[in-house]
């Protein structure tokens, strides 16, 4: 379903392609909004006059098995321009006569396509050349074109890598032009939205920010709302747009579970508190969280009996406030999204993920979201917008259980001391380093075997600290980060050096899938 009618937008149809969400990003990069459906849930009816232009994703599904996706073929029929994308390119032939089979050559990775003729859609794409690099991924190809279709390009083993029918405004693409190893992709999404769609430019986080802000005053008028606080990227520009929006009906619990980097209290305390002035409860509940996780070893119950007692703690400090009618969550737009899997499998569950976002049922609030239609890189921009400091906006995510799913096996205070001093070195030295912004995540954990060392003529016995530092675009795959040799050194010689209780320093290497980015 279309969420939002009032502002105009390039809609994106999801066939269930890994990179659906990357389309929405670069079309709202060229600034211009967009929105995500499942094509289970979206029909001719339901594209109103706010829909300027439709992009089919790609997909992991075959155009010929017609009775493994369902999708309203009327909608080609709207008079709105299309372009198809890989999967949505094949189906878009088909749905005009074409036909799509499987090629004795699949193209998986980085192509050759070669121009054919000039069309609207590859305007500066091609630049003085002929030809342009693109990224493919496919096992089948559309191998008759559709009447009233041409060629505009071809790679060596898809004859119709671009097509077009000018005069329909359909136009299809058998490569990833969203990826970044396609050259000048962004080319091909920018002609589409406005040289085809002729859509206006009207996405901005800075113009959103004053939309979200009388958004907020006007659904909350003169109510009381409450807001977890977890001192992450979302909760805190939640906290600072409600902040900016109703002030001093806003109040904020910052529930201290122990389990936090080393400092982290202090600094959402000075910041939140002292210096944005806002209504802060500071609950420390260090003391209940380690007694409740006594001699727990099981990753899934670790995860339960902290998101349970998080919503208990949370529950009981916000019944003390009186009238409360709203309860806000940083909810982002990737959590919105409907269609996770198209082929309708239920994923395998591999964590029960614990976000401060997910409470509380009993309470009867009424959910307010305002970040629901964006980004984690625009929440992020959106937070300096709102002049939240650098080192907030920019912060690595941190889960919802902490430090706890960092030290495999029990907790004891003394394990997690000893963790928050080996994390704060190895996320100083990354800031000292310059590498910081260009990890996506990194920490240490603290991994529940004990090693001999030799120190100072001496025998030791001490802890295994494991370093991990990850790229990722979202979090859903992840690959480890390539540090050279010299930092690696120096970061285990500070670790081991300064820290009595760890003795040996590992790197992770591995990638995500198969490991998953924390370690339970
Ligand atoms: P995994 O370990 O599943 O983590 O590869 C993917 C991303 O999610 C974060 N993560 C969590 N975030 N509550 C959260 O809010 C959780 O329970 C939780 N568990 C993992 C993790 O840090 C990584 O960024």
Same mark, same amino acid.
């Given at each position: 379903?279309?969420?939002?009618?009032?502002?105009?937008? $390039?809609? $994106?149809?999801?066939?269930?392609?890994?990179?659906?969400?990357?389309?929405?990003?670069?079309?709202?990069?060229?600034?211009?909004?967009?929105?995500?459906? %499942?094509?289970?849930? $979206?029909?001719?009816?339901?594209?109103?006059?706010?829909?300027?232009? +439709?992009?089919?994703?790609?997909?992991?599904?075959?155009? =010929?098995?017609?009775?493994?996706?369902?999708?309203?073929?009327?909608?080609?029929?709207?008079?709105?321009?299309?372009?198809?994308?890989?999967?949505?390119?094949?189906?878009?032939?088909?749905?005009?006569?074409?036909?799509?089979?499987?090629?004795?050559?699949?193209?998986?990775?980085?192509?050759?396509?070669?121009?054919?003729?000039?069309?609207?859609?590859?305007?500066?794409?091609?630049?003085?050349?002929?030809?342009?690099?693109?990224?493919?991924?496919?096992?089948?190809?559309?191998? &008759?074109?559709?009447?009233?279709?041409?060629?505009?390009?071809?790679?060596?083993?898809?004859?119709?890598?671009?097509?077009?029918?000018?005069?329909?405004?359909?136009?299809?693409?058998?490569?990833?032009?969203?990826?970044?190893?396609?050259?000048?992709?962004?080319?091909?999404?920018?002609?589409?939205?406005?040289?085809?769609?002729?859509?206006?430019?009207?996405?901005?986080?800075?113009?959103?920010? *004053?939309?979200?802000?009388?958004?907020?005053?006007?659904?909350?008028?003169?109510?009381?709302?409450?807001?977890?606080?977890?001192?992450?990227?979302? %909760?805190?520009?939640?906290?600072?747009?409600?902040?900016?929006?109703?002030?001093?009906?806003?109040?904020? *619990?910052?529930?201290?579970?122990? !389990?936090?980097?080393?400092?982290?209290?202090?600094?959402?305390?000075?910041?939140?508190?002292?210096?944005?002035?806002?209504?802060?409860? =500071?609950?420390?509940?260090?003391?209940?969280?380690?007694?409740? !996780?006594?001699?727990?070893?099981?990753?899934?119950?670790?995860?339960?009996?902290?998101?349970?007692?998080? *919503?208990?703690?949370?529950? &009981? #400090?916000?019944?003390?406030?009186?009238?409360?009618?709203?309860?806000?969550?940083?909810?982002?737009?990737?959590?919105?999204?409907?269609?996770?899997?198209?082929?309708?499998?239920?994923? %395998?569950?591999?964590?029960?993920?614990?976000?401060?976002?997910?409470?509380?049922?009993?309470? &009867?609030?009424?959910?307010?979201?305002?970040?629901?239609? !964006?980004?984690?890189?625009?929440? /992020?921009?959106?937070?300096?917008?709102?002049?939240?400091?650098?080192?907030?906006?920019? /912060?690595?995510?941190?889960?919802?259980?902490?430090?706890?799913?960092?030290?495999?096996?029990?907790?004891?205070?003394?394990?997690?001391?000893?963790?928050?001093?080996?994390?704060?070195?190895?996320?100083?030295?990354?800031?000292?380093?310059?590498?910081?912004?260009?990890?996506?995540?990194?920490?240490?954990?603290?991994?529940?075997?004990?090693?001999?060392?030799?120190?100072?003529?001496? &025998?030791? #016995?001490?802890? !295994?600290?494991?370093? /991990?530092?990850?790229?990722?675009?979202?979090?859903?795959?992840?690959?480890?980060?390539?540090?050279?040799?010299?930092?690696?050194?120096?970061?285990?010689?500070? +670790?081991?050096?300064?820290?009595?209780?760890?003795?040996?320093?590992?790197?992770?290497?591995?990638?995500?899938?198969?490991?998953?980015?924390?370690?339970?």
């Amino acid at each position: 379903m279309i969420l939002d009618k009032n502002i105009n937008k $390039i809609l $994106i149809i999801d066939f269930g392609s890994q990179f659906t969400q990357l389309i929405a990003r670069r079309v709202r990069e060229l600034g211009v909004f967009s929105e995500i459906v %499942s094509h289970k849930k $979206i029909n001719l009816k339901q594209i109103d006059y706010s829909v300027k232009g +439709i992009i089919l994703s790609g997909g992991p599904l075959n155009v =010929y098995e017609i009775n493994k996706y369902s999708f309203d073929s009327k909608i080609i029929k709207k008079g709105v321009p299309i372009l198809g994308i890989c999967f949505g390119h094949q189906i878009l032939s088909k749905l005009n006569g074409g036909k799509v089979k499987q090629s004795k050559h699949r193209e998986f990775g980085l192509a050759y396509i070669y121009k054919k003729k000039e069309s609207l859609l590859t305007k500066n794409f091609f630049k003085k050349k002929k030809f342009a690099n693109v990224w493919m991924s496919h096992a089948d190809q559309v191998s &008759r074109l559709p009447k009233n279709f041409n060629v505009v390009a071809s790679s060596q083993n898809s004859k119709f890598a671009i097509i077009e029918n000018n005069l329909r405004n359909f136009y299809g693409v058998q490569f990833h032009p969203e990826v970044t190893h396609s050259e000048n992709g962004k080319i091909i999404l920018k002609n589409f939205i406005f040289l085809i769609c002729k859509i206006k430019k009207n996405w901005s986080v800075k113009n959103q920010k *004053i939309k979200l802000i009388k958004d907020v005053q006007d659904k909350v008028g003169d109510n009381k709302v409450i807001c977890a606080l977890s001192g992450g990227v979302d %909760s805190s520009v939640v906290a600072q747009l409600l902040n900016k929006a109703i002030g001093k009906k806003l109040y904020c *619990i910052f529930v201290n579970t122990g !389990l936090l980097r080393k400092n982290e209290e202090k600094q959402v305390i000075s910041t939140f508190k002292k210096k944005l002035k806002m209504n802060l409860i =500071y609950v420390n509940a260090e003391k209940e969280f380690i007694k409740k !996780l006594k001699d727990v070893s099981d990753p899934e119950k670790k995860r339960k009996i902290i998101g349970n007692l998080f *919503i208990k703690i949370f529950e &009981r #400090y916000a019944r003390k406030i009186s009238n409360v009618k709203f309860l806000a969550q940083g909810t982002l737009y990737p959590d919105l999204i409907e269609s996770k899997s198209v082929t309708g499998s239920n994923t %395998s569950k591999i964590k029960s993920h614990h976000n401060v976002g997910g409470l509380p049922k009993k309470m &009867r609030l009424k959910l307010l979201e305002p970040l629901k239609f !964006l980004f984690k890189d625009e929440v /992020r921009k959106l937070g300096l917008e709102l002049n939240l400091n650098k080192e907030i906006v920019q /912060r690595h995510p941190f889960p919802g259980p902490g430090l706890a799913i960092r030290i495999p096996g029990t907790i004891t205070k003394e394990k997690i001391k000893i963790l928050k001093e080996a994390d704060f070195y190895f996320i100083k030295s990354l800031k000292d380093y310059g590498l910081y912004d260009k990890i996506w995540q990194a920490y240490a954990a603290l991994l529940p075997v004990k090693t001999v060392g030799v120190m100072g003529d001496n &025998r030791t #016995y001490e802890y !295994l600290c494991l370093l /991990r530092a990850i790229t990722s675009e979202d979090g859903m795959t992840a690959d480890f980060y390539d540090f050279k040799k010299s930092f690696i050194q120096m970061i285990s010689n500070k +670790i081991v050096n300064s820290i009595r209780g760890i003795n040996r320093v590992v790197y992770d290497v591995t990638s995500k899938p198969p490991s998953t980015i924390e370690l339970e």
